[in-house]
Each structure stands twice: as structure tokens, then as C-alpha cells.
């Protein structure tokens, strides 16, 4: 896997989740935002995840707006995981993976 890894989502306006999160002001659920985080994850990174630590959500992501996300290296096992909109951050990570321990 080649590092950093970058793409743009969105979550559209009608999608189901923001119909009672809230009603005549819509933020995109914080589950919304891990469910899509754990998609990523399990695309782009050869080793399962084990811990998840330092999640940090830095503002409300309104339905509609470009969500940047970044992944890149922070050690052995470890990345960094950020998502933004334009220069703001929205939720920021940390991700750990264990090493599959092969069988005798």
C-alpha cells in the first residue's frame, strides 16, 4: 500500500441518518462518519484493525460538503486518519493494527 492515501466524500442532504439528527439543521451523525472511516479501513489497509485511539471530532459536519480524508503512516502499524473540510478539521484519529499471527 502505497502512503499517503487521499479522497473526497460527501454525505447527501436526503440520505436517512439526517432525517431526525436534526430537524431543520442537519449534521451528518458521528456514526455516519466512523461507519464511512471503517470502510476506508478495511480498503485500503492489509492488516486488521485493533484500536482505534485519540478520535477527536473538531466540528459538525453539515449534509453536502466535501469531506476530504487522509490516511497516512504514524509508526509500525500505526496511522494517522484525518478528515476535513477545506482546512477545518471534522474528525481526527489514530488507527493501530495487530499482525495476523500465522499458524503452526
Do not use: W
Not at 449534521?27 to 484493525?49: F, I, K, N, S, W
Not at 484500536?51 to 459538525?60: E, G, Y
Not at 484525518?82 to 477545518?88: D, F, H, K, S
Not at 489514530?94 to 499471527?101: D, F, I, S, T
Amino acid at each position: 500500500m502505497t502512503m499517503p492515501i487521499h479522497f473526497e466524500i460527501s454525505f447527501s442532504g436526503s440520505h436517512s441518518a439526517l432525517a431526525g439528527h436534526f430537524p431543520g439543521n442537519p449534521v451528518v451523525p458521528g456514526a455516519l462518519l466512523l461507519g464511512a472511516m471503517q470502510v476506508m479501513l478495511a480498503r485500503y489497509l492489509d492488516d486488521p484493525v485493533c484500536a482505534i485511539t485519540k478520535l477527536r471530532f473538531s466540528r459538525p459536519l453539515p449534509p453536502d460538503q466535501v469531506l476530504e480524508v487522509s490516511l497516512d503512516s504514524a509508526g509500525e502499524r500505526a496511522y494517522r486518519l484525518r478528515m476535513l473540510v477545506g482546512r477545518e478539521p471534522v474528525l481526527k484519529c489514530l488507527v493501530h493494527c495487530r499482525v495476523e499471527k500465522k499458524k503452526p
